[in-house]
């Protein structure tokens, strides 16, 4: 009779704790479970332009809710550089290279890596010389801002000073500088004596390019201008200008290879798209302008630079 009772008490507590227990809250998330939600990867920024104005250079971002943005700044020397690192950021149509030519800032380099699950991107201004800066966000761009030095170090001059505008044809193939005549003009057969040097001032003779190198672009007083750096001279040109859509192309007959790999994207009100195209006996550059009925435009050859300059204007000149 008592192991009876002994087991009927037993059942009880045994009915009683099974009771509680479906009772109880469920279990805590696992570990694993807490620790993927604490690690999920976040979308990727996405830098979207690079633009110069005067001493300051704009990483424009596309627009994210992000309330702050991660990056570091690292220099470095021989020539002078300071590098922006942007860990988990991509870039779209962002040129890999800018040539800049401005008195503080010589280029910009942007560069991607896709590096799993976060990519990474790399942006190099190089300065002619070193100075002080600041880095910040401002909206959705960080703003790289540099200081004009009182005079460039030893060994550096300073930029030249604009040349006024020289007066030519707006129509069709800008005169021949004296600089071209004497590129194209014939040399002396192999043994002649050799010419007596003109002095300090006598000016190179370059051999025609082959390679466009370089777009570099300048604005002042409204006009905006780029010059086409070759390998050598790019006297031998064609410019002309069509309507629909509004462009001018220039075409560097002789040239047979590139540098400048993409198309460059400005912010600019003259020229809104820079174009490069590869042909099989010239290179052809085509500026896309913003005004429907084109602006003024000129053409100049000036040793292995060729200089296109944009003004403000109604139209494009007369052929």
Same mark, same amino acid.
Request: hydrophobic share 35%; aromatic share 10%.
């Given at each position: 009779m008592k192991r009876q009772r002994g087991f009927f008490l037993i059942s009880v507590l045994a009915w009683v704790s099974g009771a509680i227990g479906c009772a109880t809250p469920p279990a805590a998330p696992t570990a694993s479970k807490a620790v993927a939600g604490e690690t999920a990867v976040a979308a990727p920024e996405v830098l979207q332009d690079i633009r110069v104005v005067d001493r300051d250079v704009h990483l424009i971002f596309a627009p994210s809710d992000s309330a702050r943005r991660t990056y570091s700044v690292f220099e470095?020397?021989?020539p002078f550089r300071v590098i922006v690192a942007l860990p988990n950021t991509t870039s779209e149509?962002?040129?890999?290279?800018?040539?800049?030519g401005t008195e503080i800032i010589n280029t910009?380099?942007?560069?991607?890596?896709?590096?799993?699950? @976060?990519?990474?991107?790399?942006? #190099?201004?190089?300065l002619n010389?070193?100075?002080?800066?600041?880095?910040?966000?401002?909206?959705?761009e960080l703003v790289a801002s540099f200081d004009p030095a009182s005079a460039p170090p030893a060994g550096l001059s300073a930029a030249p000073a604009a040349e006024p505008e020289a007066a030519h044809p707006p129509e069709g193939k800008p005169e021949e500088t004296g600089l071209a005549k004497?590129?194209?003009s014939p040399q002396p057969p192999p043994g002649s004596p050799a010419a007596p040097s003109?002095?300090?001032?006598?000016?190179?003779?370059?051999a025609p390019a082959g390679k466009l190198l370089a777009i570099e672009q300048r604005s002042a007083d409204q006009e905006v201008q780029f010059g086409l750096v070759g390998d050598g001279s790019l006297s031998d040109?064609?410019?002309? @200008?069509?309507?629909d859509p509004p462009r001018v192309v220039v075409d560097l007959f002789g040239v047979r290879a590139s540098e400048v790999k993409k198309e460059m994207l400005l912010h600019d009100p003259l020229v809104r798209k820079v174009r490069v195209g590869v042909h099989e006996s010239?290179?052809?550059? #085509?500026?896309? #302008?913003?005004?429907?009925?084109?602006?003024?435009y000129r053409v100049e050859a000036n040793g292995d630079k060729l200089v296109v300059t944009f003004k403000p204007g109604s139209g494009f000149p007369s052929r």
């Open positions: 470095a020397t021989g149509n962002v040129p890999t290279q800018m040539a800049v910009i380099e942007t560069t991607t890596v896709a590096y799993d699950p @976060h990519p990474y991107t790399k942006v #190099v201004i190089e010389y070193e100075t002080a800066y600041r880095i910040g966000r401002v909206g959705q004497e590129e194209v003109a002095g300090p001032e006598a000016k190179k003779i370059l040109y064609d410019a002309f @200008h069509l309507s010239k290179v052809r550059v #085509v500026f896309d #302008v913003t005004p429907p009925r084109g602006v003024p």
